[in-house]
């Protein structure tokens, strides 16, 4: 397939990119890079079905050529980048989605919409099932993420029932691996910084609440699969074990063999208790699962931190030249 990939300067959308690549696609990547870089796609350059465009997908843009799909992930997607970017992460998820949805319309593409878990707030449903219509606080702290991605699946469901548009949508759970910024403030890539630095290692509230981490090769396996099914979803796409955050800093600190100390910190308003997807539809419509156990991937995502630490990657909009 030709499949356009924005947001795909980022870590989820650098391991799509090249996992179309690598499948024998041709890949454009869109990225503006507030949040990605371009070295997360520079071992790509030398593809040449690869192309890699600076481009803010919230402006109308065109894609040259045939397009067969469309996966949107560009978005701003850690609490201290849209606490950062609260306008730009609504303007992601609004007109970015929209000229996303046109350029799918007009090439009679496949549309995926990488959406998240955080559509489901803080749950009062356990495990959460697509059908849960979510408890979110829409004007609190972390409502322009979540209302930008639930404002896009609505968005991405009108176009599919009014025009007829061959839409997917995916709820993506905490997520992790390689090519993680080290400070984008989510909890793995903080806890293997830290660990690796020997810092304390900083938990917010009692350390009880609960997450489920999908390592990034499983992930990407299930946006691959969704791009090739016909399903409208959502889709929960996540690991379903679950883990308190105090256990994922025991197992960072087992991992990496740190001698860090644990620090708490008061937890941050609207930061939800418990959290895990039911994968009951991913694995009845794309026969997908999530088989790479917390331990192991902690263990290659600190390989790759160990590698790249004192690398702090940094945000960039310098244009990067298109590759014709």
């Known amino acids: 397939m030709r499949v356009v990939v924005t947001g795909g300067g980022g870590f989820l959308g650098s391991h ?22 371009p070295a997360n ?35 701003p997607a850690s609490p201290p980048d849209y606490e950062r970017l609260p306008l730009e992460t609504l303007a992601a998820g609004s007109q970015g989605t929209r000229n996303a949805l046109r350029l799918a319309l ?11 878990s955080e559509a489901y707030g803080d749950p009062e449903v356990h495990p959460q099932p697509e059908s849960y219509w979510g408890h979110v606080n829409p004007v609190g702290p972390r409502s322009v993420y979540d ?6 699946e609505a968005l991405t469901m009108a176009h599919r029932r009014s025009l007829g548009a061959n839409t997917g ?26 660990a690796l630095a020997g810092l304390p290692l900083t938990i917010f509230g009692d350390g009880l609440q609960t997450r489920s981490f999908c390592y990034v090769d499983d992930l990407v396996r299930g946006l691959v699969a969704m791009l090739d099914a016909e399903a409208e979803g959502p889709v929960n796409l996540g690991n379903p074990g679950e883990f308190t ?26 930061d939800p208790t418990r959290r895990r997807p039911a994968v009951d539809l991913a694995r009845s419509l794309l026969g997908w699962d999530a088989s790479v156990p917390l331990e192991e991937g902690l263990r290659r995502t600190a390989v790759w931190s160990r590698a790249h630490a004192g690398t702090r990657q940094v945000r ?3 244009p990067v030249p298109v590759r014709v």
């Open 41 to 75: 796609v520079t071992h790509l350059l030398c593809e040449p079905r690869f192309r890699l465009v600076s481009c803010d997908v919230t402006e109308p843009f065109r894609v040259p050529g045939p397009v067969h799909a469309v996966a949107h992930l560009a978005s």
């Open 245 to 270: 955050v105090r256990e994922l800093a025991d197992l960072v600190l087992r991992v990496t063999g740190s001698a860090s100390v644990v620090e708490y910190r008061p937890l941050p308003v609207d």
């Open 316 to 318: 960039t909009r310098e």
């Open 106 to 116: 007009a090439h009679d593409a496949r549309f995926l919409l990488a959406s998240t």
């Open 16 to 37: 799509l990119c090249e996992a179309l690549l690598y499948r024998g696609d041709t890949v454009w990547c869109l990225d503006n890079f507030c949040t990605g870089t």
């Open 169 to 194: 949508i995916v709820r993506i759970f905490n997520t992790y691996g390689p090519r993680m910024r080290p400070y984008d403030g989510r909890v793995v890539s903080t806890f293997l910084r830290q």
């Open 147 to 152: 209302e930008a991605k639930r404002y896009a």
